[in-house]
């Protein structure tokens, strides 16, 4: 048995002794006055594909910079594998992709993916790298050449080019066209099935929907959700009410924003979009009222709406709080 495969069967299950991949305890990050990161606290599991959302400057990449020992907490603990991140580094555990920083000039991507391959204490095969990132056919071209999703590409087979543990994951599918980002969720998908941890952060919040099996949703450097994605869009107390709409069937367009429940409504030609905090009451109320609803539908909002919903009520919170102490 080789050295990977001693590694992989045993220490994929977890770190330290508690099986925690990471954790932040009680982490805070100051900037002068500016508190980026306020309080936070999780732990990730082995096996864990987990979406880190956020608005902009809600505290994503400061939080993944502490992960990966490239800021101090200014309190509290970071840890990786038990251990302290930089360590967890050196060891090859950890597979990254950033958004931000440039790739280096002047090399093929052949030479750049080779040189990952080789300085990770446990790389892997260039050929098998360069063909999960779909870089083979241009493995020749100089990486200053690249458009901005073949980039990423690269930067993704970069991250993946050695046996990690743990994969994070900054805004990895900017730029992609629409198959290359399915070809990638496709690989992080059998990388979570073989054990690893998958965090990453995205502006694309039907991803971290269909992709993630736990939501972390940091706003103005605090965390105020952690769950499933199905939670966090119950939490968000909203249903989609859906359905067609003629006049000639009965009932009237103007009556449907005093529905009981409606928290929203659009009306588009003949279709009735309705965001409910009571889908019940409002669809026994278009009953009551004389309307005929044609394909009525109720489903549950998506993540991206719940998302808003979410940090919109910890903003009224907020104000409310401030005003209070006023």
Known sequence: MSTTEQYTGAARKGAGSDGEVAAFRGVSKNFGAVKAVNDVSFTLRPGETVAFLGPNGAGKS????????????????????????????????????????????????????????????????????LKKAQLTEISDRKVDKLSGGQEQRVRFALATCGDSDLIILDEPTTGMDVSARQ?????MKAEAAQGRTILFA?????????????????????LIADGTAAEIKARA??????????????????????????????????????????????????????????????TT?????????????????DDAAEENVR
């Open 62 to 129: 400061t939080s993944i910079d502490m992960l990966l020992g490239l800021k101090d907490p200014s309190a509290g603990q970071v840890s990786l594998f038990g251990g302290s991140p930089r360590q967890a580094i050196v060891n090859g555990r950890v597979g990254v992709m950033l958004q931000s920083g440039g790739l280096m000039p002047e090399v093929t991507i052949r030479e750049l993916v080779t040189l990952a391959c080789q300085v990770h204490p446990r790389g892997y095969n260039v050929d098998d790298v």
């Open 183 to 187: 070809a990638f969720w496709n690989v």
């Open 237 to 298: 107390g909203l249903k989609k009410v859906t359905f067609d709409f003629r006049p000639e069937d009965g009932g009237d367009s103007s009556l449907l924003r005093d529905l009981p429940g409606v928290n929203a409504l659009e009306l588009t030609g003949t279709t009735v979009r309705i965001r409910s905090t009571d889908s019940d009451a409002t669809v026994a109320a278009l009953y009551r009222a004389g309307f005929y609803p044609r394909g009525l539908e109720v």
């Open 202 to 222: 995205t502006h694309y919040l039907e991803e971290a929907d269909s992709v993630a099996d736990r939501v972390l949703v940091i706003h103005k450097g605090r």
């Open 301 to 317: 909002v998506g993540l991206e709406q719940a998302f808003i919903t979410i940090t919109g009520e910890q903003d009224a919170a």
